[in-house]
């Protein structure tokens, strides 16, 4: 817990504003301390704010808390409260330095003033109750807020072609905004509710390494102890890296590893598969050097978690977060969302109209990017992260919010880890660093702790501002758009009552200069694209199965007089490009193509394909399989025996259950590696 003042370190962290007001629902009497007062300890040259709540429990006695948002504290709680006529006091316990308030109570009987006293030095504090005119000109201030966002998203959500949005603000503690715009479901007209639910993508990350904090406070794992600790047969490409791999590196992004996302996208890899395969990805950096974002880490903690647990990732979340902060309409699965009465249908964008698509199940990469949600249940995890790791609600005070994460622990997730390298874009905006699942910036001198979502047909945002003691929760149904950034950042410059940025006409440029470089990229390809030539080999002797050991198998088949491809749940069609390259083009997203590269070996048979699945490494190499018949037992039976060969004597013997051996007299026994057709290569040897 952060002290309220420890003199050097308050001055270094104070921050310079005028005092607060106090905001209060209720009028009260006169010389009463009963309400929510706002104001500030006065240190040299700065103010330290502070909010306190008054009330009386049930034994009639003086209750209350203190909120210091610049130092993170949140709900202390006072002790030795005494009012004697115009004269208030009250300590703040279990603080170094014994601090104190003795003040008093204005003949208006709303505002506070004395002296602040801790480790023997004295500073003057002051308090303010609001009227009832000035309580009803900031909720009249809050509606004109509203009222503009409104407008604003009406309009902008159509300008980018989103079919529906929902958004949700919580300010001190409080829902003051919850809303849904559009068309959860286009075609019939089905409106978007708070009740909606949406896919939140990556904004999941935060649930996973929230778990792994969770984890940590219940003793059972370290940050920074070695995953092997844990999960003995972890092994990455990088031996050092398999090494010293730890779970804060699982989920800061700094693994060396690329994305590698075309792994998992689209795949029937159980998580344990997946975790399986990292051995055979190549790394672009070294370990903990550079910050390269990695659904495949997250995938990993959340495997951690099950192991460490015993429970699925899915039921620890439900279990330790879900369920306690009531966040009952929240599920993992796209599957268990279309069961649901109230749910938004997935939308994308195609030749500047929006189209719907069909949902797509993520369920094994889930820690990574899997949680579906809607603002009333989302509202309630902001308002954990604004809460220092309580469930919201702390009425009456003598009765303690349950504590669902540590406050040191919320605090280690929502500072920087890992600094990015990319450039600042915008003077607003400062470097952007990574937290335990949270992008961690300044906007606009602000603190922004926040993380966004991007999965098919959704994107989402998080976004708080822990120091000004609010967050925002946008939702949206239609993928890859940016409108949950533009409203966030809109409802950010209304609250903290700065001049809004035109972030919306910003992105437009930017992505019409986006769109005009993938323009000259096609170009540019179609340029290289050698004319007038023709295969090696007739098409027929593409086709086969060709396995990467951590990607999985692509499948070449010849369809009449054209060849088509599967990779994962993706059929595409294929079109010479030039020589042994062909073009592969997925059927339900011909936007996205795959240059396949075919190579011979040195007898002139068709071998192996590469792909480049991720820009960042060398293409994927996939290796040609030998038909399936070539580890089938009865099969190989036929193969067994003695044969002559050039006068010797070779025996060929199964050995395990789908393992031919062949013994030449005076050499070791070799095992024998299906090749094609009923050809056989000797395993370990070339030539």
């Known amino acids: 817990m952060l002290f309220v003042l420890s003199c050097t370190a308050a001055l270094a962290f104070a921050q310079d504003q005028a005092d607060f007001d106090r ?205 092997r600790d844990y999960l003995p047969t972890f092994k990455l490409h990088d031996n050092f890296a398999s090494e010293r791999m730890t779970p804060r590196d699982l989920v800061t992004h700094r693994s060396g590893l690329p994305r590698h996302d075309l792994m998992w996208y689209g795949a029937a890899f159980t998580r344990k598969e997946m975790v399986d395969r990292l051995q055979y990805l190549e790394p672009s950096k070294d370990f903990r050097t550079t910050y390269q974002y990695q659904n495949l880490m997250y995938l990993t903690a959340g495997y951690l978690v099950e192991q460490v647990s015993g429970m699925s990732w899915e039921d620890f979340v439900r279990t330790r977060i879900f369920a306690p902060l009531g966040m009952s309409a929240s599920n993992f699965s796209v599957i268990a969302s279309q069961k649901a009465d109230d749910f938004a249908l997935p939308y994308t964008e195609e030749k500047e109209s929006i189209k719907l698509i069909p949902f797509r199940n993520i369920d094994a990469i889930g820690p990574a990017g899997s949680i579906n949600s809607n603002l009333t249940d989302m509202a309630k995890w902001v308002k954990l992260n604004l809460n220092n790791g309580k469930t919201p609600g702390t009425e009456p005070v003598e009765v303690p919010a349950p504590q669902i994460i540590s406050e040191a622990m919320l605090t280690q997730q929502h500072t920087p880890y890992m600094m990015m390298s990319d450039p600042i874009k915008y003077t607003e905006v400062s470097h952007t660093n990574y937290g335990l699942g949270w992008f961690i910036s300044q906007y606009r001198g602000h603190k922004r702790v926040s993380h966004g979502g991007n999965i098919d047909g959704f994107s989402a945002l998080v976004s708080l501002m822990p120091q000004d003691n609010f967050g925002i929760v946008v939702l949206t149904n239609r993928n890859g758009n940016p409108m949950p950034n533009i409203a966030a950042a809109r409802a950010t410059d209304l609250l903290l009552q700065l001049e809004p940025v035109d972030w919306h006409a910003r992105i437009k440029a930017e992505v019409a200069k986006s769109k005009e470089a993938e323009k000259q990229k096609s170009e540019a390809e179609a340029a290289e694209r050698k004319p007038n030539t023709k295969p090696s080999h007739a098409l027929a002797d593409f086709a086969g199965e060709f396995e990467h050991p951590g990607y999985g198998v692509v499948t070449v088949k010849l369809e009449g007089k054209a060849l088509k491809s599967r990779f994962n749940s993706f059929n595409m069609a294929m079109e010479h490009w030039h020589y042994d390259v062909f073009r592969a083009v997925v059927e339900d997203d011909p936007e996205q193509k795959f240059l396949f590269t075919f190579y011979s070996n040195d007898k002139g048979d068709i071998d192996r394909l590469e792909v480049p699945m991720d820009l960042n490494v060398k293409p994927i190499v996939f290796t040609r399989k030998a038909g399936a018949e070539m580890s089938d037992p009865k099969f190989l039976a036929q193969f067994v025996g003695e044969y002559d060969l050039n006068g010797q004597n070779v025996a060929v013997a199964i050995k395990g259950e789908n393992m031919l051996t062949v013994t030449v007299p005076g050499q070791p026994t070799y095992e024998l590696e299906p090749y094609k057709g009923r050809e056989f290569k000797l395993k370990g040897l070339t030539g």
């Open 23 to 227: 905001t209060s629902a209720s009028s009260v009497e006169p010389l009463s301390l009963n309400g929510k007062w706002e104001g500030a300890i006065n240190l040299p040259g700065t103010t330290l704010n502070i909010s306190i709540d008054f009330s009386k429990n049930t034994d009639g006695n003086w209750q209350g808390d203190i909120d210091i948002p610049l130092q993170g504290a949140k709900d202390l709680p006072l002790t030795n409260i005494k009012l004697a006529e115009s004269t208030v006091s009250f300590d703040l316990p279990n603080v170094p330095g014994n601090p104190t308030f003795k003040g008093i109570i204005a003949a208006d009987g709303n505002n506070i003033s004395g002296d602040f006293t801790q480790a023997g030095q004295t500073f003057p504090f002051n308090l303010k109750r609001n009227t009832a005119a000035e309580l009803e000109a900031k909720k009249q201030q809050n509606e004109a807020i509203f009222q503009h966002l409104r407008a604003f998203i009406d309009s902008t959500m159509k300008s980018w072609n989103v079919p529906g949005l929902a958004m949700a603000i919580v300010k001190d503690g409080d829902v003051i905004f919850s809303e849904g715009f559009g068309y959860r479901n286009v075609e019939s007209k089905l409106p978007v509710t708070p009740n909606t639910l949406f896919a939140i993508g990556s904004s999941s990350k935060a649930f996973t390494a929230a778990s792994l904090g969770i984890l940590v406070d219940d003793g059972k794992i370290d940050w920074d102890k070695p995953v």
